[in-house]
């Protein structure tokens, strides 16, 4: 027992505990091009670069895999013009399963530009797959714009 007013010695460190802070990373293209997609076709988007990653890696230029199980806030865009007519739609899968709130539809024609982009909050677990799909019910053909054309931006808000 110490003396009235004197301070122990100190004790051993506790563990680190986790941050989620450090769990982000994502996927962006650069490249124009263009694309088709087949009647009833999935088409997983292919991306040229990648955003600077922590607690989560790359599947060459398809996918993000999730280093960490949990609760993750995904951001997604595509930019481009099309060369069809038609319902196109775009979404977000979580080990080839399209998670409800990342789908995103609307009608396109010949020489438009449009801009989709959605955000999404799904659980994962690790090593989970994200993909950014493409996908209509009649062919569709679509042309890449200069820039920033495609983004799919991922980060862990929360343990599951």
Not at 94 to 106: A, H, Q, T, W
Request: charged share 20%; aromatic share 8%; net charge negative.
């Amino acid at each position: 027992m110490l003396p009235l007013g004197e301070t122990g010695p100190t004790g051993p460190a506790g563990p680190a505990g986790k941050s989620t802070a450090k769990v982000h990373g994502g996927l962006f293209n650069l490249d124009e091009g263009e694309f088709e997609v087949k009647p009833d076709e999935i088409v997983a988007m292919t991306f040229s670069d990648f955003l600077p990653a922590g607690g989560m890696w790359y599947d060459d230029h398809h996918s993000v895999v999730l280093g960490e199980q949990g609760v993750y806030e995904i951001y997604f865009s595509l930019r481009a013009h099309s060369m069809t007519c038609g319902r196109l739609h775009i979404a977000v899968t979580n080990d080839g399963e399209v998670i409800p709130s990342s789908r995103i539809s609307c009608e396109v024609c010949p020489g438009a530009e449009f801009h989709f982009s959605g955000m999404a909050v799904t659980k994962a677990s690790a090593g989970a797959h994200l993909h950014f799909i493409v996908f209509a019910k009649q062919f569709a053909k679509i042309k890449l714009r200069e820039g920033a054309n495609l983004m799919m931006h991922v980060k862990k808000l929360a343990d599951a």
